[in-house]
C-alpha cells in the first residue's frame, strides 16, 4: 500500500512539472510575439503620421510656390511696363531735344524753313527715300534741301499736296557739292546705301586727313553754307590710280531719323 502511495505521488509531481513546462513554454513564446506585434503597431503609426506630415508640408510648400510664382509674374508685368513707359519718356525726351535744335536752327538759317517729320519708309528702299508730312500746301518744292541739327538729310524729289520724298543723302542717286574746310578743297559727295559715302576724283598728293570735317558747299542756293555733311573715315587712291577718293562717314544717321527741316531753294 505504502509502494502505490508513492507512485501516485510521483505521478502527481511530474504532471504538475509538466503544466509548469508548458506554462514556461507558452510564457516564452507569447511575450515575444507580443512584443512584435506592439512594435509593428508602432511602426505602422510611424509611418502613418510621416506621411501625414510629408503631405501637409509639400500642401504647404506648393501651397508657397504658387504664391510667389504668382507675385513673380505679377512683378515681371509691372517691370515690363515700367520699362516701356520709360522707354515712352526717353523717346519723348530726345524729340523734345531735337525739336528745340531745330528751333535754334531754323532761327540761325536766315531763310524760310519748314519743320516735318519722318511718317512713312519703304523697307524695299530703306536707305534711298523717306517721305514726310509736308507738301506743296506748306510751300515745299521739289528740290528743297532738307537737313537736320546732326547734318544734311537729302533732297526733296517729288511733292503732293500734304507730303513730300525725300532723297537720302545715303541714295548713289543723290550728289551734293561739298567742301573740305579745313584745305578749302570742294567735290561732290555720292552716297553709297549704308556704307561710307564718298567723294570721288581728288588731286593725288592733296594733304587730307581721317577726321577732317566735310560741310555743305552752299553755292547754288538749296543748301545752306558750311552745314555738317559728315567727317574722313579714309583717303586712297581709286581703281586707276589717277586721282584718290575720300570715304565720309555722315553726320546724320539716315537709318533712323524723325524730325526735319525743310529749305525750299533760294529765289534767284
Given amino acids: 500500500m505504502a509502494v502505490r502511495n508513492e507512485s501516485d505521488l510521483e505521478a502527481q509531481s511530474q504532471s504538475v512539472a509538466e503544466y509548469l513546462f508548458l ?3 507558452v510564457l516564452m513564446v507569447a511575450v515575444p510575439i507580443s512584443g512584435m506585434a506592439l ?15 510629408q503631405f501637409v508640408s509639400t500642401k504647404n510648400l506648393a501651397e508657397q510656390l504658387l504664391h510667389a510664382s504668382t507675385r513673380i509674374r505679377t512683378l ?8 516701356l513707359e520709360l522707354a515712352r519718356l526717353k523717346q519723348e525726351s530726345r524729340d523734345t531735344s531735337r525739336l528745340r535744335s531745330l528751333l535754334g536752327l531754323k532761327s540761325k538759317a536766315g531763310r524760310v524753313t519748314v519743320s516735318a517729320e519722318v511718317v ?20 515745299i518744292t521739289v528740290g528743297s534741301a532738307v537737313i537736320s ?16 520724298v525725300v532723297r537720302l543723302a545715303t541714295d548713289p542717286e543723290q550728289k551734293e557739292g561739298v567742301l573740305i574746310s579745313k584745305l578749302g578743297l570742294t567735290g561732290t559727295l555720292v552716297g553709297n546705301y549704308q556704307n561710307l559715302a564718298r567723294i570721288d576724283y ?15 558747299l552752299g553755292k547754288a542756293g538749296i543748301f545752306p553754307d558750311n552745314h555738317p555733311v559728315g567727317t574722313v573715315q579714309a583717303v586712297r587712291r581709286d ?30
Avoid at 45 to 53: L, Q, R, T
Avoid at 120 to 139: H, L, M, T, Y
Avoid at 243 to 268: F, G, H, R, T
Wanted: proline share 4%; net charge negative.
Fill in 202 to 216: 581728288v588731286p593725288i598728293g592733296t594733304n587730307v586727313d581721317v577726321g577732317d570735317k566735310v560741310v555743305t
Fill in 39 to 53: 512594435s509593428v503597431s508602432s511602426w505602422f503609426s510611424s509611418i502613418y503620421a510621416k506621411g501625414e506630415y
Fill in 23 to 25: 506554462i514556461m513554454l
Fill in 120 to 139: 512713312a519708309r519703304n523697307p524695299d528702299n530703306w536707305f534711298e527715300q523717306v517721305v514726310i508730312d509736308k507738301g506743296s500746301n506748306d510751300k
Fill in 239 to 268: 581703281a586707276n590710280g589717277a586721282s584718290m577718293q575720300i570715304d565720309v562717314k555722315l553726320s546724320e544717321n539716315c537709318y533712323d531719323i524723325s524730325q526735319v527741316l525743310v529749305l525750299p531753294p533760294l529765289a534767284n
Fill in 149 to 164: 541739327i546732326a547734318g544734311v538729310v537729302g533732297q526733296v524729289v517729288r511733292v503732293s499736296e500734304h507730303d513730300s
Fill in 76 to 83: 515681371e508685368s509691372k517691370l515690363a511696363q515700367n520699362e
